[in-house]
């Protein structure tokens, strides 16, 4: 019994004792990283079934002290939960994966990458997938149009080379240059010289709380473009290539029979006095109907002569890859794009190389270096030759090339008048080569001080050097013909050829150091600051010269003119210097705080009036991490999330040296009877001119539900912009002085924004929908108090109205008799009206129509701003639609191209054909006069039309092969055909309602229609 009892207390000690050394607690280290190889500072690491726990530190770094038996629990916003058993484990290397979820996705932010669930400012992200990067796209201005809400894209061209779109955030906050603040890699550069595919993601930092990090820069809102780096591992080699075929969306509709020209020209003639002669015979017009010789006796349409079908192919090779020290990504593209209309066209090559490399654990290095270069080829002006084109007719044929030449069209009638133009001479004999090249290139160097704190150095360089060359040949070849006497119908001045050039050149150069500081305390406080220094440097230099006369016309260069030769030039140099700082304070991943503080200092001011400070503060509520809303709120809502900002910017975009009195030379004074070179001022100055200040309110509402498949966010805004720089009307006793800029005026915008985005799978059908709606309300708070100042045509600025408001005659219908003509208030300051003219509302009841009469008749800024997203997929196959539009905006369009107003010799619109007759009273337009009579042009409501569009933008449809059908070393083969610009809705009658400015009327050469097909493959 007693052997028995000691051999029992014997194994019970043993078995405490291995317990006891089991349970011992021992030191544990591990790291956490995610699928990518990157680590993840914030996880919390806990010993399941306790309450010890930590986090990782900024480098996925934790340290833990547990026994054998514990099993590790690890968990962080955006990756699923994971359990590691410790048992011997003493150094751990953890994987995270990411959950199938949007809040994990990475924004790009000012001077770093914060999660999107974190974000409290307003931030709008798009990745650039294989659907975007395999769009046609000839300028990443263009691709954002309809992707992002509060963001407004117009194009107002699809001249190659020209295709630059206008980019306005949130409204047009200002009366100067409303563009964006445009980063590419942390650097500000040019968006148009940046190839499409090589772009990973853009982010649109919209409200002051996000963009205040870049103080008097971002008032009108931050494009940061980040471009692709290389991933460790296997090098990957990939070939985007397409061809397209491209025409205008569409072309002016003119009156192209010249019989039934002629007719409506002499109906135009007698309009205002029946007695008056008419221009063309009834014998020339019968000519004209019983012809067959459509050479001699032509019906010519100018839109077919000056635009056709273009082509463009592009070609993108890019290689990537990496080892565990080094990365890298390198790229070359090929865009060769040829215009609709002829002598247009531009070839682009771009190249790009993106490396990092790790010294150390502690120390990294990387490098950003972009070379563009463009050669573009155009008429000497296309806008000129589009308002010249108007100033012809149909009865011209356009050229004749045979035994005796080129030679080119002028009246064929003697009836006809004899200063005609014609279009294609200019665009066949005008040259302008444009020449661009840019130089891109940043570095950095970073270094872990401690853990946690970060040092990082940036510099870059942007050199851009544009030379151009304009010429017209010389010779008889400038005279134009009447084809059916054979004899010169306009012996045009025969000016000795002439080359103007210039050559200007802007250099760039930045530098940038961040001090960046990560701390957890404990598990419930993660603190993130960020301080910072820079300065930019830029200079631009500008030199011109000319000569003419030269020997032939392939000898187009400065040293072969022969007379007056001419040269220019000038230089001027913008700095400024900035400090800025950051705080983002996290709570429980519930509680999210930010505070950003800038600094700026501008050259454009003078000494005391240099700097401005530009806060900013913002706050977002993750409701769903509150226990008490948590189990309130149903399953179905995955996250809910309430933000809040306040911030304050400024805006320094106006010419340098405003401050200051300048002066121009060359200037020619007699001194005693001898002609002397002098200075004459010709811009006076304001020096106490500074920034102006914009001040964002944004309250919005983050949500995602149905485990993530569907999103929404909206946000509501106030932007209010005081001390606007404008340059008021000066006294003629100033003469000819360039008026002085100053902080006088207030422009507001208030707004809201909707996205929503639903995603979902049924076996392998596949599909989505994402759609954003905006809708903003610009207005001139104060301005000039109850004057205003015209900016172009009928739009105006005035205190209380939109900028660029329509500004005329409320019209009420057409005059239809002489006796409701008398019975009207008087329009006339001489005379009477006629039937058939447009009648104006007397608005003060005074019996007299005249300018205190005029009318708010429409804004030029849209209201609302759409845009929808369609896809869908299955084995293979994928189908995107991308739609785009604007609503609540007019224009007024009357120009050349479409008027009642007729000159001699100039096209007539096909609209007109039915304009009032006293055969003809059933419509609403006037009748046609010629242009001396101004009773129906004059600014009124007839002309204003509504511009609102919707537009589909781009539709593609892919199919990827699947893998098996290829040897190992192909990764991927996708072929794609693709239409921009493919269907528009509008009312609109000009060219293309998707204009820059919507102030102006419209001459521009056209937007087009671009079908592509493409391939791409991926080694």
């Not at 503060?617 to 991490?625: I, T, V």
């Not at 900016?791 to 408001?805: L, P, Q, V």
Request: net charge positive; with cysteine.
């Amino acid at each position: 019994m007693k052997r028995l009892l000691g051999a029992s207390l014997c194994i019970w000690g043993i078995c405490v004792v291995q317990t006891a050394i089991a349970q011992e607690k021992k030191s544990i280290k591990g790291i956490v990283k995610d699928a990518q190889g990157a680590t993840i500072p914030g996880v919390t690491v806990g010993i399941k079934h306790s309450s010890v726990g930590t986090v990782t530190s900024a480098d996925g770094v934790f340290h833990l002290n547990a026994s054998e038996k514990d099993t590790l629990v690890l968990s962080f916003i955006g990756y699923d939960k994971k359990e590691i058993p410790v048992a011997k484990q003493t150094d751990l290397h953890i994987k995270l994966e990411a959950t199938a979820t949007s809040l994990n996705e990475t924004v790009v932010v000012g001077y770093g990458v914060q999660k999107k669930v974190n974000l409290s400012g307003a931030v709008a992200s798009v990745n650039f997938d294989k659907t975007m990067q395999a769009r046609p796209v000839t300028d990443l201005s263009t691709a954002l149009s309809g992707m992002a809400p509060g963001v407004s894209i117009s194009q107002a061209s699809g001249q190659p080379g020209r295709e630059t779109a206008t980019i306005r955030v949130r409204g047009v906050g200002t009366l100067n240059d409303a563009n964006p603040f445009i980063l590419v890699d942390g650097i500000e550069s040019n968006m148009s010289d940046v190839n499409m595919a090589d772009v990973e993601s853009i982010s649109v930092l919209k409200d002051a709380s996000a963009a205040a990090i870049y103080g008097s820069r971002a008032s009108n809102g931050v494009i940061l473009i980040t471009t692709k780096k290389g991933r460790k591992g296997r090098t990957t080699v990939s070939y985007n290539g397409y061809y397209g075929v491209q025409k205008a969306t569409k072309l002016f509709d003119m009156v192209t029979d010249y019989a039934t020209y002629m007719q409506l020209m002499n109906r135009i003639a007698t309009a205002d006095n029946p007695a008056a002669a008419q221009p063309f015979k009834p014998a020339t017009i019968d000519s004209w109907k019983n012809a067959t010789d459509k050479t001699l006796y032509p019906n010519t349409n100018w839109m077919d002569v000056l635009f056709g079908q273009g082509q463009l192919t592009g070609h993108t090779v890019s290689v990537s890859g990496g080892s565990d020290k080094t990365t890298y990504y390198m790229s070359l593209d090929y865009l060769h794009n040829e215009g609709i209309m002829k002598n247009t066209k531009q070839d682009r090559y771009m190249v790009r190389i993106n490396a990092d490399h790790e010294i150390s654990k502690k120390i990294k290095v990387g490098a950003n270096i972009a070379l563009t270069w463009k050669d573009r080829k155009e008429p000497q002006d296309v806008g000129t030759i589009l308002t010249n084109a108007a100033s012809t007719t149909p009865g011209m044929t356009p050229k004749i090339v045979d035994a005796s030449g080129t030679r080119y069209g002028g009246r064929n009638t003697d009836d006809e008048n004899g200063q005609l133009d014609n279009p294609l001479q200019y665009v066949e004999t005008w040259n302008r080569p444009n020449r661009q090249q840019r130089t891109f290139a940043k570095v950095y160097g970073e270094w872990t001080i401690l853990e946690g704190l970060k040092f990082q150095l940036n510099g870059a360089a942007d050199f851009f050097n544009v030379a151009q060359k304009s010429y017209a040949l010389a010779g008889a070849i400038q005279n134009r013909w009447n084809f059916q006497k054979n004899v010169v119908a306009q012996q045009l001045d025969q000016q000795p050829a002439t080359l103007a050039q210039l050559d200007s050149t802007n250099l760039h150069l930045t530098s940038f150091a961040t001090l960046n500081y990560t701390k957890n305390i404990g598990t419930d406080h993660h603190f993130n600051v960020l301080a910072g220094a820079s300065r930019e440097s830029i200079k631009g230099t500008l030199f011109t010269g000319s000569i003419q006369n030269f020997p032939t016309n392939n000898t187009w260069e400065l040293g072969a003119g022969l007379e007056q030769p001419k040269v220019g030039g000038t230089s001027d140099l913008y700095t400024i210097i900035s400090y800025f700082g950051r705080v983002n304070y996290d709570y429980k991943n519930k509680y999210l705080l930010e505070a950003n503080l800038r600094r700026d200092g501008s050259s454009k001011f003078r000494s005391g009036l240099q700097y401005g400070t530009y806060p900013s503060f913002s706050a977002a509520w993750r409701m769903l991490e509150e226990p008490f809303l948590k189990d309130a709120i149903p399953g179905w809502v995955n996250n809910l999330k309430l933000r809040a900002s306040w911030g304050k910017l400024g805006n320094d975009r106006i010419r340098p040296f405003s401050y200051l009195n300048l002066y121009t030379a060359g200037q020619n004074y007699s001194y005693g009877g001898t002609i002397a070179a002098g200075l004459v001022p010709t811009i006076m100055a304001n020096p106490d001119i500074t920034w102006e200040k914009t001040t964002t309110t944004n309250l919005g509402l983050d949500a995602n539900l149905f485990q993530d498949h569907f999103s929404m966010s909206f946000d509501v805004f106030n932007r209010r912009t005081s001390d606007v720089l404008v340059q008021l009307p000066l006294s003629s006793l100033y003469g000819g002085l360039t008026t002085p800029f100053q902080n006088v005026s207030i422009v507001e915008n208030k707004g809201w924004e909707l996205t929503m985005t639903y995603n979902n799978k049924a076996g392998n059908f596949s599909y989505g929908i994402s759609g954003n709606v905006s809708n903003i309300n610009n207005k001139v708070v104060k301005f000039r108090g109850d004057a205003f100042s015209p900016i172009a045509g009928a739009a105006i600025i005035k205190e209380g109205w939109s900028i660029g408001s329509l500004y005329g005659f409320q019209t009420a219908g057409i005059f239809q008799s002489d006796d409701e003509v008398k019975a009207w208030a008087a329009q006339r300051s001489a005379g009477l009206n006629k039937p058939g003219d447009l009648k104006f509302i007397d608005m003060n009841g005074d019996k007299v129509v005249n300018g205190s009469d005029r009318v708010n008749m429409g804004n030029t800024i849209p209201k609302w701003y759409y845009g929808l997203n369609l896809n869908a997929g299955y084995k293979g196959f994928d189908l995107a639609l991308l739609f785009q539009g604007v609503g609540g905006v007019n224009r007024y369009y009357q120009d050349n191209w479409y008027t009642t107003g007729i000159r001699s010799g100039r096209e007539i619109n096909a609209d007109f054909l039915n304009a009032w007759t006293p055969d003809n009273r059933n419509t609403n337009i006037p009748r046609l006069t010629s242009a001396s009579n101004t009773d129906n042009t004059q600014a009124n409501t007839f002309w204003v039309q509504n511009a609102s569009f919707v537009r589909l933008k781009n539709i593609q449809l892919s199919y990827t092969f699947p893998k098996s059908m290829f040897k190992s070393t192909l990764q991927s083969v996708r072929v794609y055909v693709n239409a921009q610009n493919a269907f528009t809705w509008t009312k609109f009658k000009g060219l293309d309602p998707e204009v820059s400015d919507y102030t102006q009327p419209g001459i521009q050469y056209p937007n087009v229609r671009v079908i592509t097909g493409g391939v791409n493959v991926i080694f």
